[in-house]
Nanobody, 118 residues
Framework: VQLQASGGGLVPPGESLTLSCTAS????????MGWYRQPPGKQRDMVAI???????NYADSAKARFTISRDNAKNMAYLQMNSLKHEDTAVYYC?????????????WGQGTLVTVSS
């Protein structure tokens, strides 16, 4: 599975931004699509994930402000981010959880930088 993320950029605090991710390749193996982020000098952590059964999970920091969605027909995932804060500044990575022949695979996109600054 290959992932291509887009939509990052520089936004002032309080504004919104939507990230997009397109999956290609062996997309039939996808069990979930999601987003992780890595702030400068910190570890990469989960932001939101959307499973094939419709279940979504969010990090506590994202629950009230971010919304993950999927378009399965297009093999795309989106992350709508509202009321952005300085601490949301990070490289955001699209993520896919896949299973093939009883093996688990984790795939990552190249990352898109989101900078929240006035």
């Amino acid at each position: 599975v290959q992932l291509q993320a887009s939509g990052g950029g520089l936004v002032p605090p309080g504004e919104s931004l939507t990230l997009s991710c397109t999956a290609s390749g062996m997309t039939y193996s996808i069990n979930a699509m999601g987003w992780y982020r890595q702030p400068p000098g910190k570890q990469r952590d989960m932001v939101a994930i959307f499973f094939n059964n419709g279940t979504t999970n969010y990090a506590d920091s994202a629950k009230a402000r971010f919304t993950i969605s999927r378009d399965n027909a297009k093999n795309m995932a989106y992350l709508q981010m509202n009321s952005l804060k300085h601490e949301d500044t990070a490289v955001y990575y699209c993520y896919v959880l896949a299973h093939m022949e009883f093996h688990r695979y984790d795939y990552w996109g190249q990352g898109t930088l989101v900078t929240v600054s006035s």
